[in-house]
């Protein structure tokens, strides 16, 4: 059973850091781009960042650029976004999901991990 | 940077058919995808590569890409279609992924 759980979800003050998790079984995590998307309290989808198979090539939207890190090891079956300097609007749910390449669908999702950003 | 304008909401009666638009400039040269999310669950893809359908997802379901709108067409709706839906596509000139910004099913 294909499984993806995030975890490291957690109340933290403006200016602070955050590492989320995500484990990965029941699939060969290292033939899959992964992915975080997050989601505003009550708002829409928003790509974060994404990771190639080998970890060699990263990409990340714009407003994280510079503060959030995406990287993955594949002996441990595992997927990490390193967050610093958090924003009040980065408060959302992460979401980890797996893609088989950078133009497809993100067709296995995690139940996703809360991080809220206030003081 | 690529947007993608849905409309916030749709309603259709059960046994109809719904139609959820995705605009883009020039989306029929890129690959769109929908993805359907309940409250408080994790999206799930629900039509991939503008009509395909995963594994799973009802022939209900169907996608077409022409223009500069993509449209997910859910046939004979039921109530358990009730959702958020969500269409996406890969913006190659700037590596981005771009979400649209989701349109709320509501089966009458």
């Known amino acids: 059973e294909v499984q993806l759980v995030e975890s490291g979800g957690d109340l933290v003050q403006p200016g602070g850091s955050l590492r989320l998790s995500c484990a990965a079984s029941?699939?060969?995590?290292?033939?899959?781009?992964m992915s975080w998307v997050r989601q505003a309290p009550g708002k829409g989808l928003e790509w974060v960042a994404n990771i190639k198979r080998d970890g060699s090539e990263k990409y990340y939207v714009d407003s994280v650029k510079g503060r959030f890190t995406i990287s993955r090891d594949n002996a441990k079956n595992s997927l990490y976004l390193q967050m610093n300097s958090l924003r009040a609007e980065d408060t959302g749910v992460y979401f980890c999901?797996?893609?088989?390449?950078f133009g497809s669908g993100s067709d296995f999702w995690g139940q996703g991990t809360l991080v809220t950003v206030s003081s | 940077s690529y947007v993608l304008t849905q409309p916030p909401s749709v309603s259709v009666a059960p046994g109809k058919t719904a139609r959820i638009t995705c605009g883009g400039n020039n989306i029929r040269s890129k690959t769109v995808h929908w993805y359907q999310q309940k409250p408080g669950q994790a999206p799930v893809l629900v039509i991939h590569y503008d009509s395909d359908r995963p594994s799973g997802i009802p022939e209900r379901f169907s996608g077409s890409n022409s223009g500069n709108t993509a449209t997910l067409t859910i046939s004979r709706v039921e109530a358990g279609d009730e959702a958020d839906y969500y269409c996406q596509v890969w913006d190659s000139s700037s590596d981005h992924w771009v979400f649209g910004g989701g349109t709320k099913l509501t089966v009458l």
């Open positions: 999901a797996r893609a088989e390449s």
């Open positions: 029941g699939f060969t995590f290292r033939s899959y781009w």
